[in-house]
Every structure is written in structure tokens, then in C-alpha cells.
């Protein structure tokens, strides 16, 4: 089925520095990618949408300038996480729309802690 | 943005008793899916249901879905310790997938 790799899975990094997450689909094309961002006890909430060879659409209040998504390949999707600031600090998840276009398959997910 | 809500926020019951949870949403949705997540891990898909079906069943699972009502139910049948987790609706409509609030699932031993 449908496999979508994401890393890393923990990160630890200082305030001020850059974190990047690669988001992968393993065995199918996603010309389609998204990003979530989960605080704790609380649901998941759509960052962006990250499309193929263009740029990545965001939601209200999300900055694009601080939250970097690249899609160069129908396979690989990443967010890089700019200055980042110990409110940063989340869980952040990718999925892709699954080639039967039924259903999102998610990576595991990354825990971005800054300190 | 979220979707919707999901309620209750909270459910604390005994093993071998039914969980019920409901979520609602705003917009027309294709489809419309359960997911569960351990703490601070990642999400599992529970099961999915189509705009046009109205009840499905996978396990001790049952979800409905009313669309009139922009409405879903997920009921957890005989529940074990391990059903524990946080549950999620989310609706897939146009081009992305949008969760729910969440429900805290506690099932006592």
C-alpha cells in the first residue's frame, strides 16, 4: 500500500537555527502534499498545502515566510521550520492523497522541540 | 482551520462497555474518515466512509454518517484498555483533509 516516510522523527534544536523535515511518498507520485501541526491535546491543523513544481498554498495566519515548503519532486515534499522559537515547538505530521484518490496516507510524524 | 467539532471532548469508561463518539462539520464533503493516535505519536487509520453510504462497519467499529445533519458517529463496541487513545474525525472535500477537535478516549481496565 500506499507508504509515506517522514524524518526525522524527533529534532532538538536551538532557538534561532533552522530545522527541515522531509516528507517522502516511498512507492506512489504525490503531486499533492500537506502539512499539519498538532499542539499538545489538541487536533491536527492544516498548515498548507504543498503542490508539485509550484508554490505552496498556506491558511489564514500561518506564515510563509517562517514555515519553508518545498515540493521539487513528485516524491518529496519539505518543511523547514525558519528562526525557529520555543513556540515552534509541536508536533508536525505530512500526508499525501493516496493514488486511488481515496483517502490521505501520513507519515509518522516529527516532534520539533526548540530550546 | 478545523473543520469541526467533536464530542464530548472527553469519555472515560469501563472495559467491555460501547464508546460513542460524534463529530460534526461545516462544509459538503466526498468523504469522511476516523483516525486514532496514541499519545504523541502518529495517526491510524480507522475506516472511511464515502459521502453517499451511511453506515459502515469494520471490527467493533461503526461509523454513520448523516450528511443532512453534516454529521458522524463512531461507536467503539466491547472496549478493551487498549482502545485508549484520541480519536479524530476528519472530512476530505474539495482538496484537502480537515480534522476535527478530537475525542479523549479512556477505557479502564
Known amino acids: 500500500g500506499a507508504v509515506v516516510s517522514q524524518h526525522p522523527s524527533r529534532v532538538i534544536c536551538k532557538s534561532g537555527t533552522s530545522v527541515k523535515i522531509e516528507c517522502r511518498s516511498l512507492d506512489f507520485q504525490a503531486t499533492t502534499m500537506f502539512w499539519y501541526r498538532q499542539f499538545p491535546k489538541q487536533s491536527l491543523m492544516l498548515m498548507a498545502t504543498?503542490?508539485?513544481?509550484?508554490?505552496?498554498?498556506?491558511e489564514q495566519g500561518v506564515e510563509k515566510d517562517k514555515f519553508l515548503i518545498n515540493h521539487a519532486s513528485l516524491t518529496l515534499s519539505t518543511l523547514t521550520v525558519t528562526s525557529a522559537h520555543p513556540e515552534d515547538s509541536s508536533f508536525y505530521i505530512c500526508s499525501a492523497r493516496q493514488p486511488t484518490g481515496y483517502g490521505y496516507t501520513f507519515g509518522s510524524g516529527t516532534r520539533l522541540t526548540v530550546v | 482551520s478545523q473543520q469541526g467539532e467533536e464530542d464530548p471532548q472527553a469519555l472515560s469508561i469501563q472495559e467491555g462497555e460501547n464508546a460513542t463518539m460524534n463529530c460534526s462539520y461545516k462544509t459538503s464533503i466526498n468523504n469522511l474518515q476516523w483516525y486514532r493516535q496514541n499519545s504523541g505519536r502518529g495517526l491510524v487509520h480507522l475506516i472511511l466512509i464515502r459521502s453517499n453510504e451511511r453506515e459502515k462497519h469494520s471490527g467493533r467499529l461503526r461509523v454513520t454518517l448523516d450528511t443532512s445533519k453534516k454529521s458522524s458517529s463512531l461507536l467503539i463496541t466491547a472496549s478493551r484498555a487498549a482502545d485508549t487513545a484520541s480519536y479524530f474525525c476528519?472530512?476530505?472535500?474539495?482538496?484537502?483533509?480537515?480534522f476535527g477537535a478530537g475525542t479523549r478516549l479512556t477505557v479502564k481496565p
Open positions: 476528519a472530512t476530505e472535500g474539495g482538496n484537502d483533509m480537515r
Open positions: 504543498s503542490n508539485e513544481g509550484s508554490k505552496a498554498t498556506y
